[in-house]
Each structure stands twice: as C-alpha cells, then as structure tokens.
C-alpha cells in the first residue's frame, strides 16, 4: 500500500512547529496565520501547529502589538503562552520552520537529528530571506511582519503541506 494511503488510514497529521526567538511575537504569529490558512482551504485535514523560541521562557503571553495586530485580523491569540524548544517533542514535528539563519543553527545544535526538516520559512516561498524581528518597533512593524508571513505562507503552502507530512526519514529536498 503506498505510504500515502497508509497515512491517511492511521490518521497520521501534518505537524509543524514555528521558530523565533522569544516565542512572543514571529512564531506565534506564523502559527496562528497558518491555522487560519488550513482552517480556511482543508479544515477536514488532520494538522497540528505549534510555536517556540530559541531563547523563550516559559508561559510568557504574546507582546501587545502582536496581539493587536493579529485580533485586526481577527486572530484571537491571547491564549498563548511561550515555551522553550527544549521544552517541545521535536521528533514528533516533520516540519520546523525558523525565522533567522541562527534559529535553525540554535534549533540544529540542539537537535541533530532534525538537520533535514528544519528550514527558513521563507524557503517554503522559494526565498533565502529572514524574517525581520519587529519586536522595538512600532505597530507598523507589526504589521509590516504579519503581512510578510501572510505573504509567505501563502506562497509556501503547497510546500508546507508537502513537508508537513513526510515522515521523519523521507527526503526533503
């Protein structure tokens, strides 16, 4: 039975963690952007996204702005608290998007053996480019970062989707 079929029969989900640094302002924001995307075009498929810092601490609430800035989207994301990737069952996530290049060094350091499912999440977009932090910056910032993740989650999702879904020992180039 090909692997696909077999997948879909155990009900395997699509699993992917977002990455920043704090976990309070990058990562929280991919990861509600990317649930209102699967919401929205396959809410019948089986996902679980997740989000965590490099140098989080645990149970800290997402930073104003990006509160503000997701509930001007209609993102309710006050609920969220921020937890260290130590703190997450990496093996269990097929899928590791990162903002900057040192996240997924952090992140890769860390967890050898994800190496081959950790990527910039711009790359899903077919971009190298990080994701610029807005945290010191003005709700404009913000604003200017949700739109950039929108943009490349958007871009991104068919390759997000692909990835998501591989099992931990497949290929992902």
């Not at 924001?29 to 396959?42: F, I, P, Q, R, T």
């Not at 965590?52 to 608290?81: C, K, N, Q, Y």
């Amino acid at each position: 039975m090909p692997q696909k079929e077999v997948r879909k029969l155990i009900g395997q989900e699509r699993s992917v963690l977002m990455v920043c640094t704090a976990n309070r302002v990058r990562s929280p924001m991919a990861e509600a952007l990317l649930k209102a995307l699967v919401a929205a075009g396959s809410p019948d498929d089986a996902w679980r996204i997740e989000s965590a810092g490099t140098w989080a601490v645990a149970g800290l609430p997402p930073m104003p702005r990006t509160e503000a800035v997701m509930a001007e989207r209609g993102i309710d994301i006050s609920a969220h608290a921020s937890q260290p990737i130590e703190e997450c069952d990496m093996a269990s996530f097929n899928l590791v998007l990162v903002m900057e290049k040192g996240h997924r060094e952090a992140v890769v350091r860390e967890f050898p053996e994800m190496a081959g499912r950790v990527y910039l999440i711009s790359e899903m977009a077919g971009m190298n480019d990080e994701v610029h932090d807005p945290v010191a910056g003005t709700l404009a910032d913000y604003r200017r970062t949700a739109d950039e993740l929108q943009r490349i989650l958007e871009a991104g999702m068919s390759r997000i989707r692909q990835l998501a879904a591989q099992p931990e020992d497949a290929d992902a180039g």
